[in-house]
């Protein structure tokens, strides 16, 4: 009776396994949108740590809720914000959230309270300037905030009519009680970017006895051809130039004691910031420190402790290292994935937190969460997850196997890629393909968990995201190689990632499908006027006409190509895929956004009725008041199944 019972408790608990297995499903947008992800935000004197958690709903924005949790994992609170307050940072005592808070229409600076984890309804302190407010830094004292604003007074007439001139940021820098205010050197009237401190990237930085801000200035778009940026240090009394760099910049910290200033620059045409390099605080020549680096650093921070982070795509995986000494010491990895940005700490000196710090991490089969260092770690690079979001959704999903994969090119290029497969994969199948290259383009794809490719495995493809050149993560020369060479070296990588998914077994050479957005996007429009192998192309946002667009984006586009479209227009029109519309007889499905500043709508326009007045396959579908990429899950889900539908139509 005893064995009956034992075989039947076994059967039983066999049968549920197999029960809960078959419950679970390939994944689809509508999972996409109730995922919730998690995100590092502020670490207090205490050593509590603030997150936001983020998900998506059937219609709306994307919902953002704020905790604190302790640096063990227990004691999560969730906080009930009041409406328009966006959290950045506690106040020197951990008692009160700042932050921006909207007020009639503006963001504005405010402090609200906290006390027994809840948040006070009301501002105990209130900051509101005539164009509003956009992030702020508190000093490492504790006794003053710098703010970034624009200077100017409110344009009368910006309801009827907007004039076309170089937006100003500055500095405004108020006691911590929000008394004091003061425009800080008014003459820096184009400082380039958010300031931080607790953990991101940043264009100014207190000095570690909070009288004076390193600032990164970059001349304005408008009126200007060329890129470069300005160092200043920024006191109460006046601006002290440190250097002009020729070139972009992103972040700066105090580094070496304060005798040294650090920020991320690059001699690349291709713009962007990519190595470590230092200049005295008191003024002399800029110097790369990493310039051997076989990797790419992407983001830089100081803390109050005088520590200078960085993070660093190596391949598609990202880490966090230390600038010490002169040069990268890696500090901080996730093993099955990225660490996501610099470290998350307190911002003030001496805070009795004992260097606590928080970071965000994902892999491909979790979402992005909370980690700290695990104290029980003797190296001190071990993180430990106190966040388990989107866990319980993604057990009742079944995910596909995702693999790092590399290749070489046919003209020799040693290339990385990510391959993501379907549930249920077999080895030795062949299944439908779909290439998908990232946006950018000087960007990569990480090794996190990835929506897009994810919602195609999940329709039963195998995806491959290749890393062209022009990819962040594998060295200067592998970036700079896509300056003027979109069209034909990053679009020969691309295409050579499908050959390697034929090559390998897993990709069924007659059911092949190109995927992508913005500069994807482009590769995708481009890559149809250059061969007809795939049977079905969807682009987002996509660049069809290189001379129009570098003159209509809202930010500045020399890093594809510096060249004068008046002087040289057929160095632009060489790789614009309206110019080679006869050649196209892949079906095509063009997604835009009409509120599109970054790549304006018309291109995905111009394309599509060129395209269709020639008798191609082509539809365009826009969508109302979006910008480069929905923020209304109703119109993601629609972009979802727009290329769901189009790929059953085509791709079979």
Same mark, same amino acid.
């Given at each position: 009776m005893k064995t009956s019972l034992v075989v039947c408790v076994a059967l039983y608990l066999a049968g549920s396994m197999v029960s809960a297995q078959k419950q679970q499903h390939p994944f689809t947008p509508k999972d996409w949108a109730g995922l919730h992800s998690a995100h590092a935000a502020a670490v207090s004197g205490n050593g509590m740590n603030l997150y936001s958690v983020a998900y998506g709903a059937e219609k709306g924005p994307t919902h953002t809720d704020w905790w604190t949790i302790g640096a063990d994992g227990s004691n999560a609170k969730k906080l009930e914000v009041a409406d328009g307050f966006h959290p950045m940072g506690f106040t020197r005592d951990g008692e009160s959230l700042y932050g921006g808070w909207k007020v009639n229409? =503006?963001?504005?600076?405010?402090?609200?309270?906290?006390?027994?984890?809840?948040?006070?309804?009301?501002? /105990?302190?209130?900051?509101?300037?005539?164009?509003?407010?956009?992030?702020?830094?508190? /000093?490492?004292?504790?006794?003053?905030?710098?703010?970034?604003?624009?200077?100017?007074?409110?344009?009368?007439?910006?309801?009827? @009519?907007?004039?076309?001139?170089?937006?100003? $940021?500055?500095?405004?820098?108020? &006691?911590?009680?929000?008394?004091?205010?003061?425009? #800080?050197? +008014?003459?820096? +009237?184009?400082?380039?970017?958010?300031?931080?401190?607790?953990?991101?990237? /940043?264009?100014?930085? #207190?000095?570690?006895?909070?009288?004076?801000?390193?600032?990164?200035?970059?001349?304005? @778009?408008? %009126? =200007? =051809?060329?890129?470069?940026?300005?160092?200043?240090?920024?006191?109460?009394?006046?601006?002290?130039?440190?250097?002009?760099?020729? !070139?972009?910049? &992103?972040?700066?910290?105090?580094? !070496?004691?304060?005798k040294d200033l650090a920020f991320l620059s690059t001699k690349s045409p291709v713009l962007t910031p990519e190595h470590v390099w230092t200049v005295p605080a008191a003024g002399g020549t800029a110097q790369d420190r990493t310039p051997d680096l076989n990797?790419?650093?992407?983001?830089?921070?100081?803390? %109050? !402790?005088?520590?200078?982070?960085?993070?660093? !795509?190596?391949?598609?995986? /990202?880490?966090?290292?230390?600038?010490?000494?002169?040069?990268?010491?890696?500090?901080?990895? #996730?093993?099955?994935?990225?660490?996501?940005?610099?470290?998350?700490?307190?911002?003030?000196?001496?805070?009795?937190?004992?260097?606590?710090? %928080?970071?965000?991490?994902?892999?491909?089969?979790?979402?992005? &969460?909370?980690?700290?260092?695990?104290?029980?770690? @003797?190296?001190?690079?071990?993180? @430990?997850?106190? $966040? =388990?979001?989107?866990?319980?959704?993604?057990?009742?999903?079944?995910?596909?196997?995702?693999?790092?994969?590399?290749? +070489?090119?046919?003209?020799?290029?040693?290339?990385?890629?990510? %391959?993501t497969f379907p549930a249920g994969y077999e080895k030795g199948k062949k299944y439908p393909f779909l290439v998908l290259p990232h946006g950018g383009p000087e960007a990569n794809d990480e090794l996190a968990f990835d929506p897009f490719s994810r919602t195609v495995a999940g329709l039963g493809y195998a995806v491959l995201q290749p890393e062209y050149r022009g990819s962040t993560g594998y060295g200067a020369d592998f970036l700079a190689a896509i300056y003027q060479h979109f069209g034909d070296r990053a679009y020969e990588d691309v295409d050579s990632a499908t050959d390697y998914a034929i090559a390998q077994g897993w990709a069924d050479p007659d059911r092949l499908a190109i995927f992508g957005w913005s500069a994807g996007g482009f590769m995708t429009s481009w890559t149809v006027t250059q061969t007809n192998r795939y049977k079905a192309a969807i682009e987002g946002a996509g660049i069809t006409d290189w001379g129009p667009f570098l003159w209509t984006s809202d930010i500045s586009q020399v890093d594809y190509d510096a060249r004068w479209t008046d002087e040289d227009p057929a160095a632009f029109s060489k790789f614009s895929a309206v110019y080679f519309a006869k050649n196209v007889t892949t079906p095509l499905l063009i997604l835009h956004g009409e509120a599109d500043q970054r790549v304006p709508t018309f291109q995905g326009t111009e394309y599509f009725q060129i395209l269709a007045a020639r008798g191609k396959t082509v539809r365009m579908v826009t969508y109302p008041g979006s910008p480069h990429f929905p923020v209304l899950w109703e119109q993601r889900l629609d972009v979802m199944k727009e290329l769901a539908d189009w790929l059953a139509k085509y791709n079979k």
């Open positions: 229409d =503006h963001q504005q600076f405010a402090v609200f309270g906290l006390k027994e984890g809840k948040l006070a309804s009301a501002p /105990s302190t209130v900051v509101v300037l005539p164009r509003g407010v956009g992030s702020a830094s508190p /000093s490492p004292d504790g006794k003053r905030f710098a703010m970034t604003a624009d200077p100017r007074e409110p344009d009368a007439k910006d309801s009827m @009519r907007h004039v076309q001139e170089a937006e100003e $940021t500055s500095l405004y820098v108020v &006691n911590a009680d929000g008394t004091g205010g003061a425009w #800080w050197c +008014k003459d820096l +009237k184009y400082i380039s970017g958010t300031i931080t401190v607790g953990g991101g990237a /940043s264009a100014a930085a #207190w000095s570690a006895d909070s009288q004076s801000l390193a600032v990164l200035s970059q001349v304005p @778009r408008i %009126a =200007h =051809h060329e890129v470069g940026s300005t160092i200043d240090v920024c006191t109460a009394s006046g601006t002290r130039q440190v250097t002009d760099i020729g !070139n972009s910049v &992103n972040g700066i910290a105090w580094a !070496n004691g304060g990797a790419t650093a992407v983001e830089l921070a100081g803390d %109050a !402790n005088g520590r200078v982070w960085v993070s660093v !795509n190596r391949g598609v995986r /990202s880490e966090v290292d230390e600038f010490r000494d002169g040069a990268l010491k890696t500090a901080y990895r #996730w093993p099955e994935g990225i660490v996501r940005g610099t470290p998350v700490e307190s911002e003030y000196a001496a805070a009795g937190t004992g260097g606590q710090m %928080a970071f965000t991490v994902g892999d491909p089969t979790h979402m992005g &969460n909370v980690a700290v260092p695990d104290a029980a770690d @003797r190296d001190g690079d071990h993180l @430990r997850v106190i $966040t =388990h979001e989107g866990d319980e959704q993604l057990a009742g999903i079944e995910l596909g196997p995702v693999e790092v994969v590399q290749w +070489k090119s046919k003209g020799g290029i040693s290339l990385e890629g990510i %391959a």
